[in-house]
């Protein structure tokens, strides 16, 4: 399998939207070995879809390579793509995990969207593709909880 990345190597200017962010997937250079690959996003922004203020969050995404693993650059620019894009905490989260599962289609994934307070209230979003493979070892995602002023 030959691989051609998109971004990597050069300038590279923000995608004008999540739906238009290309993602790249090389091959996977262990594809016999079960492994977890973890990227960690602690200033992750979109905007609020009713006031147009922006949404900061802590997104944790963990998964278990199949074929292909997903390339950081592109993953940052589709992650950054988020910054004018207006969507619901929910939507986000569990937007960026399926379409990762969606174009990668790794073994297994998780993602784990710990959003700072709107309106007084933390909203934390957690989805995964499906039951993680077995023996397939899953550290914490070492987000606290929220605990304000504590």
């Known amino acids: ?23 790249d997937f ?8 079960l492994y977890l690959v973890r990227f960690t996003c602690p200033e992750f922004t979109s905007l609020c879809p009713v006031t147009g203020q922006p949404d900061f969050a802590h ?32 939507d986000c989260t569990v937007g960026i995990g399926q379409r990762l599962v969606g174009e990668m289609a790794p073994r297994w994934l998780r993602i784990g969207g710990y959003w700072y307070p709107r309106g007084g ?16 070892w899953l550290p914490d995602q070492g987000v606290p909880g929220y605990r304000g002023r504590g």
């Open 1 to 23: 399998m030959s691989y051609t990345p998109s971004a990597l190597g050069q300038v590279s200017a923000l995608p004008a939207s999540p739906a238009a962010a290309v993602l």
């Open 26 to 33: 090389p091959p996977n250079p262990r594809p016999g070995a």
């Open 59 to 90: 997104l944790v995404i963990d998964y278990a390579p199949a074929a292909t693993i997903v390339e950081s650059k592109s993953l940052k620019l589709f992650l950054a793509a988020f910054r004018n894009h207006a969507a619901f905490h929910e």
């Open 121 to 136: 209230i933390p909203i934390d979003v957690f989805w995964q593709s499906g039951p993680p493979p077995e023996g397939l």
